[in-house]
């Protein structure tokens, strides 16, 4: 479905009107579908690509969370017997469980739009490479589905 086209006009109304019409709690499931589906319009091999995007970033914010509720809790449960010390390096645990996730996220992330976007490229290169070398090798073409705007998505 192209930007300019009178599908995308009828489709952004259908989820405009979809959005104020939805109840507040659940207008992030009305989203959520019309997203997909926009997605899934442009064919369904972006849709691994999306989903592992997608479920990398949510488990790691999901664990973030639990690591935060973690550290509350058992500050609230030795508020008065934990030392200064103790709780700084309670902290400082947590802290680098989180870092961890998030740089696994990144790295998932990062890593999958790399390989998508960067792969033909160095390919072909490798393969003008060979030739200038004079050798018959010719790495195989590669032409990923690219998700619209996972670029985007995973910077943002």
């Known amino acids: 479905m192209a930007f300019p086209s009178l599908a995308f006009l009828v489709f952004f109304a259908v989820v405009l009107a979809g959005y ?4 507040r709690p659940v207008r992030w499931v009305w989203l959520l579908a019309a997203s997909l589906w926009f997605y899934l319009s442009a ?3 972006t849709l691994p690509l999306l989903a592992v995007s997608v479920c990398s970033t949510y488990a790691a914010a999901r664990y973030m ?10 500050q609230a449960a030795h508020k008065a017997d934990a030392s200064r ?3 700084k390096a309670r902290r400082a645990a947590a802290q680098k469980r989180k870092r961890l ?12 739009l790399a390989v998508i976007k960067y792969t033909g490229f160095a390919l072909d290169n490798l393969g003008r490479l060979l030739t200038g070398l004079g050798l018959t090798l010719t790495p195989p ?3 990923w589905a690219l998700p619209l705007g996972l670029s985007f998505y995973t910077f943002t």
């Open 20 to 23: 104020y019409l939805t109840p």
């Open 43 to 45: 064919g369904i091999q």
């Open 65 to 74: 969370d639990r690591i935060n509720r973690e550290l509350e809790e058992w």
């Open 85 to 87: 010390e103790e709780r």
């Open 101 to 112: 996730a998030l740089g696994l996220a990144l790295l998932a992330d990062l890593g999958l």
């Open 141 to 143: 073409e590669v032409n």
